[in-house]
Every structure is written in C-alpha cells, then in structure tokens.
C-alpha cells in the first residue's frame, strides 16, 4: 500500500520561513514526479511545486515563484518544501502528491493527509 505521510507544518509570522516533508512508502519514487498542492479554506486544491524524478527539473506557482524551493532525496524515498517569506495566504492544507508514470505535471495518482500552514500576519 502507498503511503505519502506529511510534516512541518504549523503556526507561523509573516516572514517566517517553514520546511515540509513528505516521507514515501509501499512505492519507490525515485523514477517519477512528485510535487506539493495546497488548499486554502473555502478554495479548491490548487498546485504549489512539482519536481522531477531526477530533481534537475522543478516547476512553481507563480504565487511561490521565488520564496518556495522543492527538493528531494530519492534515497530517503522523500521530497520537501521549503517555504521562505511565508504570507497569511499562504495559509493551507498542504498535500503531497507522487505519480505513477509519465504525464501532466498537474495530475498525480498518490496523495498524502495533508498537514496545515498558518501563517499569521
């Protein structure tokens, strides 16, 4: 059974900075894309960061562009976000996402629980 489990979410200022990860299991990952998505309250589930299996290819948000890096270690079967210069809408459910195969860099097959941001102003 694939399981993408979240963590380092919380409570932060404006201006803070936060670094989620994103631990895999049941499914090497280290052959395909993987990326993070958000959902603020009252708002669909949009996209924040993808990378590729290789970690030489990323591709943002416009609204993240900047201040939020993603990374991965295929070796630890896991990927991050680091989140800089957070902003009170950057407050969401953050949620990590891996593919099977080949394919959009929008849609993808595992989904993890999600883990919270708040950031206060």
């Known amino acids: 059974q694939v399981q993408l489990v979240e963590s380092g979410g919380g409570l932060v200022q404006a201006g803070g900075s936060l670094r989620l990860s994103c631990a895999a299991s049941?499914?090497?990952?280290?052959?395909?894309?993987m990326a993070w998505f958000r959902q603020a309250p009252g708002k669909e589930r949009e996209f924040v960061a993808a990378i590729s299996w290789s970690g030489r290819v990323s591709d943002y948000a416009d609204s993240v562009k900047g201040r939020f890096t993603i990374s991965r270690d295929n070796a630890k079967n896991a990927v991050y976000l680091q989140m800089n210069s957070l902003k009170p809408e950057d407050t969401a459910v953050y949620y990590c996402?891996?593919?099977?195969?080949?394919?959009?860099?929008?849609?993808?097959?595992?989904w993890g629980q999600g883990t919270q941001v708040t950031v206060s102003s």
């Open positions: 996402a891996g593919q099977e195969s080949g394919g959009s860099w929008y849609d993808y097959d595992y």
């Open positions: 049941g499914r090497t990952f280290g052959n395909a894309r």
